[in-house]
Every structure is written in C-alpha cells, then in structure tokens.
C-alpha cells in the first residue's frame, strides 16, 4: 500500500513538473518551441488522424522555421502530390479550348507533365509543321486544361481523343515566387543574374 502511495505520489509530482514548463527541449538547452527535439524523430506506429470532421492528415517540415505541422485536407486526401489522367474522348477534331478540371487553384496546382492524342493530324495551315499546345490555366477559381495542335485537323475531320497527364500538387507545400521578366534582346541564349529569390 505504501509502495503504490509513493508511485502515485510520484507520478503527480512528475505531471505537476511538466505542466510547469512552456517548452520542453529534448538534446537542447534552448528549446525554441513547445517541443524542440534536436535529433531525429521515430514514429514506430501511427494510425488514422482524425481532427474534427476531417479524417486524415499529413505531418510536413517546413524548411525554413524547421517546425513540423499538419496538413489537413477536407476531402480526406492525405496526400501532397497527386496524380490523374484526363480522358477527354470525341472532342473537335483534335481541340480543346477550355476543360474545367473543377480542381480549386486556391488549394492546387495543377501541371501537365504528359499527353496523347489518338488521331493522325493533317496540316491546315501555311507552316509545315503542327506543334502541340497544351497547359493548365486558372479561370475562375479553379484549373482549366486547353490542348490543340496548331494549323492542323484530322483526317476525314473525325473528332479524337485525349489523354493527358496531371500532377495535381496540395499548394500547402508550394511556395510561389516572383515573376522572373528577362529581356532576351533577340537572342537564343540568356542566362539570370541570380536564382530566383526566395529559393
């Protein structure tokens, strides 16, 4: 009885003791958060994270303040980068002027890494040749996709089908630097004082 005294005595003294503390440095003297641990950190098992209505979440580093935090999405999705393929079947020969993804450019960044159209092109203009355009852009809020193959059409003007590629990318890990303007003054080389600041 006296034994079970003392380690519950103890105990509260020990919680008493942390409670006492704003911030607790493990291998630092100094700790510079509520938790400041100089060292590496091993997690042997975590579970599903639930916060609120939101079931799951993701813990990042944050290079700059090397604090860790927890992304959060509301759709559930864990994960920072996505990936998805865009079927876009029997469009206008081989065009697609706007395609609403319906994906928010406030929480995403939507890139085109890669595409494929299943058509034979013929040339309908004066150039010779049909380069590909094809990219995401912002419109009201969320990610559009155009894609077209320019002075050119189908044969037999029959509508194609594409299929494109897109790393669909959680903006809490992005961050968004300046706008680099150079004047390239008719030249095919150029080079940049400096990296990009912020990088």
């Given at each position: 009885?006296?034994?079970?005294?003392?380690?519950?005595?103890?105990?509260?003294?020990?919680?008493?003791?942390?409670?006492?503390?704003?911030?607790?440095?493990?291998?630092t003297n100094n700790p510079e958060a509520a938790l400041d641990i100089n060292g590496n950190l091993k997690v042997r098992t975590?579970?599903?994270?639930?916060?609120?209505?939101?079931?799951?979440?993701?813990?990042?580093?944050?290079?700059?303040?090397?604090?860790?935090?927890?992304?959060?999405?509301?759709?559930?999705?864990?994960?920072?980068?996505?990936?998805?393929?865009?079927?876009?079947?029997?469009?206008?020969?081989?065009?697609?002027?706007?395609?609403?993804?319906?994906?928010?450019?406030?929480?995403?960044?939507?890139?085109?890494?890669?595409?494929?159209?299943?058509?034979?092109?013929?040339?309908?203009?004066?150039?010779?040749?049909?380069?590909?355009?094809?990219?995401?852009?912002?419109?009201?809020?969320?990610?559009?996709?155009?894609?077209?193959?320019?002075?050119?059409?189908?044969?037999?003007?029959?509508?194609?089908?594409?299929?494109?590629?897109?790393?669909?990318?959680?903006?809490?890990?992005?961050?968004?630097?300046?706008?680099?303007?150079?004047?390239?003054?008719?030249?095919?080389?150029?080079?940049?004082?400096?990296?990009?600041?912020?990088?």
């Open positions: 009885m006296i034994m079970i005294k003392i380690k519950l005595f103890s105990g509260f003294l020990c919680f008493l003791s942390l409670s006492c503390f704003s911030q607790v440095g493990i291998n975590m579970g599903a994270v639930s916060i609120g209505s939101v079931n799951n979440a993701r813990l990042v580093l944050d290079n700059s303040t090397k604090e860790v935090k927890m992304i959060q999405s509301s759709t559930g999705n864990p994960f920072s980068m996505n990936y998805t393929t865009y079927r876009l079947r029997n469009v206008n020969l081989d065009y697609v002027q706007d395609y609403d993804t319906k994906i928010s450019a406030t929480d995403y960044t939507v890139v085109v890494v890669g595409s494929a159209f299943d058509r034979a092109l013929r040339i309908t203009g004066n150039i010779g040749y049909s380069p590909m355009n094809i990219y995401a852009f912002q419109s009201n809020g969320t990610w559009h996709i155009t894609a077209d193959y320019k002075d050119a059409g189908t044969y037999g003007n029959s509508n194609g089908n594409w299929s494109i590629n897109c790393l669909i990318i959680s903006n809490n890990i992005l961050k968004t630097l300046p706008l680099i303007s150079i004047n390239m003054n008719g030249s095919e080389n150029g080079s940049v004082g400096s990296p990009p600041a912020g990088l």
